[in-house]
């Protein structure tokens, strides 16, 4: 594997921008006013790490290799505000639970089962920038590592992406709830990857590990319903 393998990566590594833009629209960017400064702190920085991972390729495959380390600096920091502050947006999930009003898309199976899948989000996505960190010096494992942490990152997004045109095309409410939606995203993340490492001739590690990892989205439901989980997290997360 050589640098003109990455020259396009660039433009490829766009798509998860605009799918974390739009599937947090309604969440998020459209109601800057009333989020939280956790939403703001895991928005910002998210947003940020998918701008930093777009051009990091196109800086070393035109030969930019300072502005490459650079920004690489950087990214240190970032990756560390998207870990923590996607930490502190776990226990304001659950704790809007004890306020949530009858919803035929998100219940409180939802949010307990995805702070289980958040939870591994996190630590995936903090395990490979290190590893990426680590192999800083082969190229091809730290380029593979640090693609890794889109698809680490994406699925909350291509969720919440995916249930768009849901609505748009049954109505609201949906046939499908949120965690019926996740199970059918869940499959179009993982396609990307696996159509990645047959592009690159690389079945890497670190797509395969994230491939795996992303599976757990399709038990967010008997997760989420786990009296036993449910009494973990409520201790982990105290609020």
């Given at each position: 594997?050589?640098?003109?393998?990455?020259?396009?990566?660039?433009?490829?590594?766009?798509?998860?921008?605009?799918?974390?833009?739009?599937?947090?629209?309604?969440?998020?960017?459209?109601?800057?006013?009333?989020?939280?400064?956790?939403?703001?702190?895991?928005?910002?920085?998210?947003?940020?790490?998918?701008?930093?991972?777009?051009?990091?390729?196109?800086?070393?495959?035109?030969?930019?290799?300072?502005?490459h380390k650079l920004?690489?600096?950087?990214?240190?920091?970032?990756?560390?505000?998207?870990?923590?502050?996607?930490?502190?947006?776990?226990?304001?999930?659950?704790?809007?639970?004890?306020?949530?009003?009858?919803?035929?898309?998100?219940?409180?199976?939802?949010?307990?089962?995805?702070?289980?899948?958040?939870?591994?989000?996190?630590?995936?996505?903090?395990?490979?920038?290190?590893?990426?960190?680590?192999?800083?010096?082969?190229?091809?494992?730290?380029?593979?590592?640090?693609?890794?942490?889109?698809?680490?990152?994406?699925?909350?997004?291509?969720?919440?992406?995916?249930?768009?045109?849901?609505?748009?095309?049954?109505?609201?409410?949906?046939?499908?709830?949120?965690?019926?939606?996740?199970?059918?995203?869940?499959?179009?993340?993982?396609?990307?990857?696996?159509?990645?490492?047959?592009?690159?001739?690389?079945?890497?590690?670190?797509?395969?590990?994230?491939?795996?990892?992303?599976?757990?989205?399709?038990?967010?439901?008997?997760?989420?319903?786990?009296?036993?989980?449910?009494?973990i997290a409520n201790?982990?997360?105290?609020?």
């Amino acid at each position: 594997m050589t640098l003109a393998d990455f020259k396009n990566a660039h433009k490829w590594l766009i798509i998860p921008l605009i799918i974390a833009i739009i599937g947090f629209s309604r969440g998020y960017f459209l109601r800057l006013s009333d989020a939280s400064w956790h939403q703001h702190m895991h928005g910002l920085s998210a947003i940020l790490w998918y701008i930093m991972v777009i051009i990091q390729p196109y800086f070393i495959t035109r030969g930019k290799v300072y502005k490459h380390k650079l920004f690489g600096t950087f990214s240190l920091f970032l990756a560390g505000g998207v870990t923590f502050s996607a930490i502190t947006i776990i226990p304001q999930n659950l704790k809007g639970i004890a306020d949530l009003e009858p919803n035929p898309i998100v219940s409180a199976d939802f949010f307990y089962g995805v702070s289980f899948t958040d939870i591994i989000t996190i630590i995936g996505f903090a395990f490979s920038v290190l590893i990426a960190i680590y192999k800083v010096k082969n190229f091809e494992d730290h380029a593979m590592w640090m693609i890794a942490t889109v698809f680490w990152a994406l699925m909350p997004a291509l969720g919440r992406f995916a249930l768009i045109p849901t609505i748009l095309i049954f109505g609201f409410p949906p046939p499908y709830d949120f965690i019926d939606v996740l199970f059918f995203s869940t499959l179009l993340c993982i396609v990307p990857i696996l159509i990645i490492c047959w592009r690159l001739r690389s079945w890497h590690p670190a797509l395969l590990i994230v491939a795996a990892a992303n599976l757990l989205y399709l038990f967010i439901g008997p997760i989420g319903r786990s009296e036993y989980w449910r009494s973990i997290a409520n201790e982990l997360f105290k609020y």
